[in-house]
C-alpha cells in the first residue's frame, strides 16, 4: 500500500494540473471577451460608416436641389430687374411724347409772324430739348443700375453656388479599421509539470543504494 507521502504526492500533482487548467481557462476567457469587444467595435464601424454614407447621398441630392434654387433665384432676379428696366423706358418714352405733345400746342407762335413769334417758337423747342434729355437720362441711368442688379445677383448666385458645393464636395472618410486585439498566450505547461515534478517526487525514497520505491511513510 502507498503511504500518506505517496498519496500526498499524488494530490500535489492533481493540483497542479487542477491549478493550469484553471489558469488556462482565465487565458481563454480573456481572450474570449478581447474577441467580442473587438467584434463589437467592427459591427459599430460598419454602421457608422453606413450612416454617413447615407448622409453623403441625402447631402448631395440636397445639394443639387439647393442648386437649382440658387439658379433659379438669379433668373428671377434678373427677370424683375429687366420688368423694373421696361416700367422705367415706358415711361420715359411717355414723357418724351407729352413733352413733344406740348412742344406742338405751344407752337401756335410759328405760324405767327416777328420776332416775338420766333422767340417763342423757338422756347418752346428748346424747353422739350431739356426735358427729352432729362427723359433719356433717367433711362441710361436706369438700364446701368440693371446691369449692375445683374451683376450683383449673378455674383451671388455663383457664390451661393460654390459655398453648396463644399458642404458635399469631399465623400467622408471613415478611418481605419479597428485593430485587432493582442491576445493572451497560452499559460506554458513547464511549471505545472515542474510542481507536478516536485510533488511526485516526495513521494518516493530511496534506500541509500540509488533504488526508489513509493513511500510507505
Known amino acids: 500500500m502507498c503511504g500518506p ?19 488556462v481557462a482565465g487565458v481563454k476567457a480573456q481572450n474570449k471577451a478581447k474577441l467580442k469587444n473587438f467584434e463589437r467595435q467592427n459591427v459599430q464601424y460598419l454602421t457608422d460608416a453606413m450612416l454617413a454614407n447615407a448622409q453623403y447621398k441625402q ?22 430687374n429687366d420688368r423694373q428696366l421696361d416700367e422705367v423706358f ?13 412742344m406742338h400746342s405751344n407752337d401756335y407762335a410759328g405760324t405767327q409772324t416777328g420776332a416775338t413769334a420766333a422767340r417763342l417758337a423757338g422756347k418752346s423747342t428748346k424747353e422739350m ?16 443700375t440693371a446691369e449692375f442688379s445683374n451683376d450683383r445677383a449673378r455674383d451671388k448666385s455663383m457664390w451661393d453656388s460654390w459655398d453648396a458645393y463644399e458642404k458635399v464636395r469631399y465623400a467622408p472618410i471613415h478611418g481605419h479599421t479597428p485593430v485587432a486585439p493582442m491576445l493572451e498566450a497560452k499559460p506554458s505547461m513547464a511549471g505545472m509539470l515542474l510542481g507536478a515534478v516536485s510533488s511526485a ?17
Open 5 to 23: 507521502a505517496a498519496i500526498g504526492a499524488a494530490a500535489g500533482v492533481g493540483q497542479s494540473i487542477v491549478a493550469y487548467n484553471a489558469e
Open 59 to 80: 447631402d448631395q441630392i440636397q445639394e443639387d436641389t439647393k442648386q437649382d434654387q440658387i439658379y433659379m433665384a438669379m433668373i428671377n432676379q434678373w427677370r424683375e
Open 90 to 102: 415706358a415711361k420715359g418714352n411717355f414723357k418724351v411724347e407729352r413733352a413733344i405733345r406740348e
Open 129 to 144: 430739348g431739356f426735358k427729352k434729355a432729362e427723359y433719356v437720362h433717367e433711362m441710361l441711368m436706369a438700364e446701368k
Open 201 to 217: 517526487a516526495g513521494g518516493f525514497e530511496s534506500d541509500g543504494a540509488g533504488n526508489w520505491s513509493v513511500s510507505k511513510k
